[in-house]
C-alpha cells in the first residue's frame, strides 16, 4: 500500500483547510484509514479514522466538531476536512493505514505511512 497526502499548508486561526490523502496498491476496501499529527515536540497523536468496510468514522476528543474525515472512492483518496483551526492544530499530519477492518486509533496499530504534510495555523 502505497499513501500519498497533501493539502497542507499556511492557514489563520479560525480558517479551514483539507487534506486528502491518496491510497494505492491494495484493495481499500479492508482497511481503516486514519489521520494522525504529530506537533514539534510531541509525540505523534490520533486524529481521526474511517473504516471503509462499514463507512464509519471515528474522532479524538480535540478536533470532534470541526475535522471530518472521509473517503472519495473514485479517486481512491481520503479527505480530512478541518475547520475551525486554532494554532494547537499546528502540526505534520500523517495519512496511516491498517490491514484490517476494525477500529484503530494507535500508532502502533498502524501497518502503511505516508510521508506528512505541514499544517501551520497562524496569523
Known amino acids: 500500500v502505497q499513501l500519498q497526502a497533501y493539502g497542507g499548508g499556511l492557514v489563520q486561526p479560525g480558517g479551514s483547510l483539507r487534506l486528502s490523502c491518496a491510497v494505492s496498491?491494495?484493495?481499500?476496501?479492508?482497511?481503516?484509514m486514519a489521520w494522525f499529527r504529530q506537533a514539534p515536540g510531541k509525540e505523534r497523536e490520533f486524529v481521526a479514522a474511517f473504516r471503509w468496510s462499514t463507512r464509519s468514522t471515528h474522532y479524538s476528543g480535540s478536533v470532534k466538531g470541526r475535522f471530518t474525515i472521509s473517503r472519495d472512492s473514485a479517486k481512491k483518496a481520503v479527505s480530512l476536512q478541518m475547520t475551525n483551526l486554532n494554532p494547537e492544530d499546528t502540526a505534520v499530519y500523517y495519512c496511516?493505514?491498517?490491514?484490517?477492518?476494525?477500529?484503530?486509533?494507535?500508532?502502533?496499530?498502524?501497518?502503511?505511512w505516508g510521508k506528512g504534510t505541514l499544517v501551520t495555523v497562524s496569523s
Open positions: 496511516a493505514a491498517a490491514r484490517t477492518t476494525a477500529v484503530v486509533t494507535t500508532v502502533n496499530g498502524m501497518d502503511y
Open positions: 496498491g491494495r484493495d481499500f476496501s479492508a482497511l481503516t
